[in-house]
């Protein structure tokens, strides 16, 4: 099998669910999906949440309003907010002309202040680790795309990437909250985890360009969300297509 920017998934037992596993060597460059409407939305959605929704620290008290669903003409995106930074959403989008994939995608704001210029179109080391297992984590990586100006810091858009729907059902079954960490990427992870790798990744050190280097993200109801985004966007193929 060809190794793209893709997470392979290990053999499940035991009902653990996540265990990324990445093939992908940092050294390739792939780039995401160019499939009609997807980057247009994309950047829409980052544009439009960077304006709505501010910056703000997670409070305990604020009611979970679980997973958000966004229709346009172009797709359907189902959305949670973070649990550590607020504002910055996680977010996977259906294209009305693919319903059987969707693009992972999240919002990382900053106030450390550097150049950050070298991040755009790098991908970062993350490890992903639920609270309630210890042992359901992974390793995967996710590139830049964005970085702009946000209030008092900036804001990057991260892509983590495009796969099928029924990797993310797999993947998620549990409904655990699932921390997202950016990770240093030593020769130790990188011998482990990685394989071959662009060498520049291991110059980036976290703590230089995000002052909070995790988020968290409740997946409760996320399979069911998910399953009804998918629905909603065969819809709107047909009604295109009508």
């Given at each position: 099998?060809?190794?793209?920017?893709?997470?392979?998934?290990?053999?499940?037992?035991?009902e653990?669910?996540?265990?990324?596993?990445?093939?992908?060597?940092f050294?390739q460059?792939?780039?995401?999906?160019?499939?009609?409407?997807?980057?247009?939305?994309?950047?829409?959605?980052f544009?439009?949440f960077?304006?709505v929704?501010?910056?703000?620290?997670?409070?305990?008290g604020?009611?979970d309003?679980?997973?958000i669903?966004?229709?346009?003409?172009?797709?359907?995106?189902?959305?949670?907010?973070g649990n550590i930074?607020?504002?910055?959403?996680v977010?996977?989008?259906?294209n009305?002309?693919?319903?059987?994939?969707?693009?992972?995608?999240?919002?990382?704001?900053?106030?450390?202040?550097?150049?950050?210029?070298p991040?755009?179109?790098?991908?970062?080391p993350?490890?992903?680790?639920s609270?309630?297992?210890?042992?359901?984590?992974?390793?995967?990586t996710?590139?830049?795309?964005?970085?702009?100006?946000f209030?008092?810091?900036?804001?990057?858009?991260?892509?983590?990437?495009h796969?099928?729907?029924?990797?993310y059902?797999?993947w998620?079954?549990?409904?655990d909250?699932?921390?997202?960490?950016?990770?240093?990427?030593?020769?130790?992870l990188?011998?482990?985890e990685y394989?071959?790798?662009?060498?520049?990744?291991?110059?980036?050190?976290?703590?230089?360009?995000?002052?909070?280097q995790m988020?968290?993200?409740?997946f409760?109801?996320?399979n069911?969300?998910?399953?009804?985004?998918?629905k909603?966007?065969?819809?709107?193929?047909?009604?295109?297509?009508?």
């Open positions: 099998m060809r190794k793209t920017h893709y997470i392979n998934p290990r053999y499940y037992q035991n653990k669910t996540i265990l990324l596993n990445p093939s992908k060597p050294s460059k792939i780039k995401p999906s160019k499939k009609p409407g997807l980057f247009k939305y994309i950047l829409f959605v544009l439009i960077s304006v929704i501010g910056y703000s620290a997670y409070a305990g604020i009611e309003e679980g997973w669903t966004e229709i346009d003409a172009d797709g359907v995106a189902i959305q949670h907010h930074t607020y504002g910055d959403d977010i996977f989008f259906l009305k002309n693919d319903c059987n994939s969707a693009s992972w995608i999240s919002k990382v704001y900053t106030m450390a202040e550097n150049n950050f210029e991040l755009v179109n790098k991908f970062l993350y490890k992903l680790q609270y309630s297992d210890k042992s359901d984590y992974g390793y995967t996710a590139q830049v795309l964005t970085v702009r100006p209030l008092n810091g900036q804001r990057a858009l991260i892509f983590f990437g796969y099928p729907i029924d990797r059902l797999q998620f079954r549990s409904g909250e699932y921390s997202m960490e950016i990770v240093k990427a030593d020769k130790s990188i011998d482990r394989g071959p790798i662009d060498e520049d990744i291991l110059k980036i050190e976290p703590t230089d360009y995000f002052d909070i988020n968290a993200y409740y409760k109801g996320f069911k969300a998910l399953i009804a985004a998918q909603k966007c065969n819809d709107l193929g047909l009604i295109a297509n009508a």
